[in-house]
């Protein structure tokens, strides 16, 4: 008489490539547990994999529904199949549900490369290879921290790096090298959005106009993944690790200029409207400090749909404030008024003008010099408190995560005066020339304005102005030098064009 065919459960992990190299594969193990099942006149009715692959939720959710599958058809089974013993389980927590499955349900663990008998002594011997398998996980774990520990300390990623950057191997060594087609990407998003008046939710349509292609799956960059790029530190050299950001040894994507307008523009979360000449942080409100925007509005009429812009204070519906509203034509007539108040229609005033600005900068030389001097000072006392701060860490009188908060804070100070101090100095060595020049530009600021398109507009407002005020319905300026000689009346000429 026939006996009755067996059934069995089966189970397949592999948790790292080595293994799969040393021949411990998922297929190696199925087929091993296929052959064992058919030797002993079985069938495997249910077979769970573990890949590689595998998160630890996916791993420990697999292993939770084979402990329930094997407990509610115990029944009719006749054993639990694995490869070897430290294919069974992780960790001796896991072990032990084994041990009870075989002992309360009776459902059998059987180890196929690594056969025991059910007895006292072969299940000892099975716990001695699953205390090994655990011992060897476990210290696997801290070595891989101790090596992701040891790579933060020099300067390179813990992990996969970012978008615009890729991994290349040289003489065997993993290094980070910037890649090329996506850093230009990188460098255009935060372009676009630092001095194009895009916002996170125009910045899409603008990079896809241009061509742009995030990834062939993705062509398209969602907004919660510009914010992500927009406030990734990476890209101007520096790693996260444990929630904090330290230096790193890659080159930075990002000039720290441009990164510092970015997140001044992210902090401020203000609607900034795309493609509109008088907003995007350019002018305040005189009644409550708040950013101008524009509107878009659109009405019918005989000749069809017609666009109206309008300009207004972002607190516009709130509390008392004064509603006004002013359409761009309003605004572009008070411009041009006061480009009027800066032309000099005498060309033996405008002479005297030049040479008087010549003499006028040379205070703002001396000023630019004292300016220097000040900040140098300040960027001696950040590098005095860096180093500070270290000998308090070498002397574990400060925690690792207040050091690595406070030091970070530091080196965007230190990166801010370097720049200022940068700026100062190419300023100084410019200041004539570009006086000159710009006293040049007012004189033709009108004609200029009216031929110019959005972007030449913004750059003219920018070069002219330091800030915009909207006192009611008047736009009132402060002046850049020289400009300011000529707005705030400053210059007095007699009838012989001879002072100032």
């Known amino acids: 008489m026939a006996q009755p065919q067996k059934r069995f459960v089966a189970l397949a992990r592999v948790s790292s490539r080595e293994q799969e190299r040393e021949g411990f594969s998922l297929d190696v193990q199925v087929d091993a547990l296929r052959q064992y099942a058919e030797r002993h006149n ?56 084994l041990e009870r499955l075989e002992s309360e349900f009776g459902v059998q663990f059987i180890s196929v490369a690594q056969p025991t008998e059910n007895t006292p002594a072969g299940r000892m011997q099975r716990r001695m290879l699953a205390s090994m398998a655990s011992f060897y996980t476990e210290q696997q774990s801290i070595d891989v921290k101790e090596g992701i520990e040891r790579r933060v300390e020099s300067g390179l990623f813990p992990s996969r790096p970012p978008y615009g950057y890729r991994n290349v191997r040289i ?89 510092d307008r970015v997140q001044t523009l992210l902090g401020q979360k203000v609607y900034k409207s795309h493609q509109m000449t008088y907003a995007s942080d350019l002018i305040e409100c005189a009644h409550c400090g708040s950013p101008i925007t524009g509107e878009r509005k659109f009405k019918m009429t005989k000749s069809g749909e017609r666009e109206y812009v309008y300009y207004r204070c972002t607190q516009y519906h709130k509390g008392d404030h ?50 220097v001097a000040q900040l140098q000072e300040e960027l001696a006392s950040v590098r005095q408190q860096q180093r500070q701060l270290l000998n308090l860490r070498m002397l574990e009188e400060i925690d690792a995560d207040t050091f690595a908060s406070t030091n970070r804070d530091l080196r965007d100070r230190t990166a801010e005066l370097q720049l200022e101090i940068e700026a100062s100095d190419r300023g100084r060595n410019e200041i004539i020339d570009i006086a000159v020049k710009a006293f040049e530009l007012s004189q033709s600021l009108r004609e200029k304005w009216l031929t110019a398109d959005y972007a030449a507009k913004r750059r003219i407002l920018e070069i002219l102005c330091l800030n915009w005020t909207l006192e009611g319905a008047s736009l009132v300026p402060t002046m850049r030098k020289p400009f300011d000689l000529l707005a705030k009346g400053l210059l007095q000429k007699d009838s012989r064009c001879r002072r100032i």
């Open 42 to 97: 079985g069938e495997i009715i249910r077979l769970f994999r573990i890949a590689e692959t595998a998160s630890k939720h996916d791993e420990r959710k697999t292993f939770k529904e084979l402990m329930e599958f094997a407990k509610k058809n115990a029944h009719k089974l006749d054993g639990l199949l694995f490869y070897k013993v430290d294919r069974a389980a992780r960790n001796l927590f896991d072990y032990v549900e």
């Open 171 to 259: 003489d065997g060594r993993s290094i980070v090298e910037v890649h090329p087609e996506n850093a230009r990407t990188i460098r255009r998003i935060f372009e676009l959005y630092g001095y194009h008046s895009h916002t996170l939710d125009t910045l899409p349509d603008a990079l896809v106009a241009e061509g742009i292609e995030y990834l062939p799956s993705t062509p398209k960059i969602g907004r919660s993944k510009l914010y992500t790029i927009l406030t990734d530190r990476a890209y101007i050299g520096e790693i996260k690790f444990r929630g904090q950001w330290l230096p790193g040894t890659h080159t930075p994507i990002i000039d720290r200029r441009l990164w």
């Open 322 to 371: 004064p509603r006004i509203r002013l359409t761009e034509n309003e605004l572009d007539a008070q411009m041009l008024a006061i480009f009027d108040t800066l032309r000099v229609e005498d060309a033996e005033f405008r002479d005297l003008f030049r040479e008087q600005l010549r003499q006028a900068t040379n205070w703002d030389q001396d000023s630019a010099i004292s300016k």
